[in-house]
């Protein structure tokens, strides 16, 4: 069973400013207040290439988000083993084209994807200009500019795969397990799950949307060198603390 979500928005900033906003969105609670839910942010890979000028940057993201509370009272202990607040890895791919105005990014969870396996995929983009009817390239510099971004979000449970074989074998266990499964049913299961995710992600969509406006706001109030500043005496900060 597969489930996709999609959504559409534009930023009222340039194109290299949403760019730069999307790589710092999780360096701060105080740039990103809806961010106190990510633990660390590592960068594990990062090269720019010579023949196309893009840059691709591979980053490790630990954080308190975890499979969203209705499918944890859905699914039997005996398959979670109570691990509910548990903090999951998300591996994030980014493709910066700063020449033709666009960014490529896709995420997914590390954990739990026997469960239930999130995917989000991104698409940035300067939007193209047709004066006098005559489509011309986007200029991503614009200081005026917008940016475009396209989300999808693709949510697939493999659970009823999983079980499927089970279900065959024993109808019941010493846990019960068994039995629910074989009332709501393989695909009941898997469809249950992702609606449910699809719901929460909406509300986290829009909550990532906010987050990425303080900061586009901030580096419009107080330029680049303001909000590395700010970044720096966290990290510090952080230091000092541990």
Request: with cysteine; hydrophobic share 35%; proline share 5%.
């Amino acid at each position: 069973m597969v489930l996709t979500h999609t959504t559409n928005h534009t930023y009222n900033h340039p194109f290299p400013t949403v760019t730069l906003a999307f790589f710092l969105r999780y360096c701060t609670p105080q740039l990103n207040p809806f961010a106190n839910h990510v633990l660390s942010t590592d960068t594990i890979a990062q090269h720019v290439d010579p023949a196309t000028g893009r840059l691709h940057t591979t980053r490790i993201h630990l954080k308190k988000s975890k499979m969203p509370p209705a499918v944890m009272k859905l699914l039997p202990t005996s398959l979670t083993g109570g691990a509910a607040d548990k903090a999951s890895y998300i591996l994030e791919t980014s493709v910066v084209d700063m020449k033709e105005g666009w960014m490529s990014t896709e995420s997914r969870n590390l954990n739990f994807v026997g469960v239930l396996s999130v995917i989000e995929k991104q698409t940035y983009s300067a939007p193209a200009t047709s004066p006098s009817q005559h489509v011309t390239a986007p200029n991503p510099f614009a200081s005026n500019g917008t940016t475009d971004v396209a989300t999808t979000v693709i949510f697939r449970s493999r659970l009823g795969e999983r079980i499927r074989d089970k279900l065959h074998t024993a109808h019941h266990d010493a846990s019960g397990e068994g039995g629910w499964f074989s009332r709501l049913g393989a695909r009941g299961v898997q469809r249950s799950i992702e609606s449910l995710a699809s719901t929460k992600t909406v509300d986290q969509l829009g909550k990532s949307r906010e987050g990425m406006q303080k900061i586009l706001e901030r580096l419009r109030q107080t330029g680049v060198m303001g909000v590395l500043e700010l970044r720096k005496m966290a990290r510090e900060r952080s230091m000092e603390a541990a």
